[in-house]
Structures are given as C-alpha cells and as structure tokens.
C-alpha cells in the first residue's frame, strides 16, 4: 500500500515537472513566432590569407594605356585610309581606261573618214589630171566646135576644180595629221593603263 503510494506521488511530480517547464517553454518562445536560427559561422582555415584589394592604378598608367589605345586606333585608321586611297587610286585609274578607250575609237573613226575623204579628193585630183590632159576628149564629150576658146576655157574650169581639190586635201592631211598624233598618244596611255590593271600572271609550278 505504501509502495503504491509513492509510485502516484512520483508521477504526479514528473508530470507537474513537464507541465511546468511546457508553460515556461510557451511563454518564452509564443506559437507563431518564428525561431531565428543562428548563422552557422565558418571555420577559419589559418592557412587562408585574407585577400587585400587591388590597388588603384597610377595616372602615369592609366595615360600610358590610354596612349597605347590611341596609337592602336591611329594604326587601324591608317591602314584604313591606305586602303581607301589604293582602291580610290584603282576606280579612279580603270575609269580613266574605260575613258580613252572610248575616245580612242571615236578618234579612229574621224580618222578613217579623214582618210576616206582624202582619197576621195587624190582620185578627184588623178581625174581631173587625166581630163586635162586629153583636153580634146573633154571637148568632144562637151560637142563644143570652137576650141579654139572652148579649150581655154575648159581648161581655166579643171584647173580651178584642181586647185579646189588641192586646197581640200591640204586640209584633210593636215587634220589626218592631227589625228594621228592624238591618237598615237591616247593609244600608248591606254596600252599603260591596260598593263597596270591586268592581272599578273601565274608562276606555273614544277
């Protein structure tokens, strides 16, 4: 009966003693409240350095970078521009081609028509040659009886048209001369200017 006895005091005292530390538990950390966890701290490794920061570059350094840029992009402009002006060099030199060559021709058509005409007028001059010396064909194909005045005449008349025909061939021949002159010296700019944008031909392998 005594043994019972305690065994019921003994739990009633355990079970106040939670009861007891439940409440204080409650009232110290309320229900709802969040519970702040503690930030893990890490171990120090004494082997570990701390890093220190980079120290800000001098301002000898940094215009000694800025200077290098500079001549970096003064270097690409440059090259740049070289360029340009080779291929401003080249339009500018096959359009100069394409120029002379176009007037080259022109300048040998007006000369073959200068040449045309000069022989047309030798021919003219060769008959008319012919027509005075056979004065009196010429006056029989004319049906003039009087020649003695007739022959004269005709004459006067065939050497006027001579000199007419010598005066036009002067004039020819001298713009045939001038001609050729121009085009002898567009035709050796031309030849020059097809050499220098021909390409260079190919070294055959062995």
């Known amino acids: 009966m005594k043994k019972c006895t305690f065994i019921v005091t003994l739990i009633t005292t355990v079970v106040a003693f939670g009861f007891t530390r439940a409440i204080a538990q409650t009232v110290q950390d309320p229900p709802g409240r969040p519970r702040q966890a503690k ?3 890490k171990p120090l490794d004494p082997a570990e350095k701390p890093v220190a920061p980079a120290p800000a570059p001098e301002p000898e350094e940094l215009m000694r970078r800025a200077i290098t840029d500079l001549s970096i992009q003064i270097g690409l402009l440059t090259d740049e ?9 080249r339009n500018a030199g096959i359009l100069e081609l394409l ?7 022109k300048l040998e058509d007006k000369l073959q028509e200068a040449t045309n005409n000069k022989g047309q007028l030798d021919a003219r001059e060769q008959d008319i040659n012919r027509r005075m010396k056979n004065i009196q064909a010429e006056l029989a194909m ?5 020649r003695d005045e007739a022959e004269a005449a ?9 000199e007419d025909v010598h005066n036009q061939q002067s004039i020819w021949q001298q713009r045939i001369a001038e001609l050729n002159e121009q085009a002898v010296r567009i035709r050796a700019r031309v030849e020059t200017l097809r050499k220098k944008f021909e390409p260079e031909p190919k070294e055959e392998k062995e």
């Open 39 to 41: 930030p893990t701290q």
């Open 99 to 105: 120029l002379n060559e176009e007037r080259l021709t």
């Open 154 to 162: 005709a004459r006067a008349e065939l050497q006027r048209g001579l």
């Open 81 to 89: 521009m070289k360029k340009l002006r080779r291929d401003t060099d």
């Open 142 to 146: 004319r049906g003039i009886l009087r």
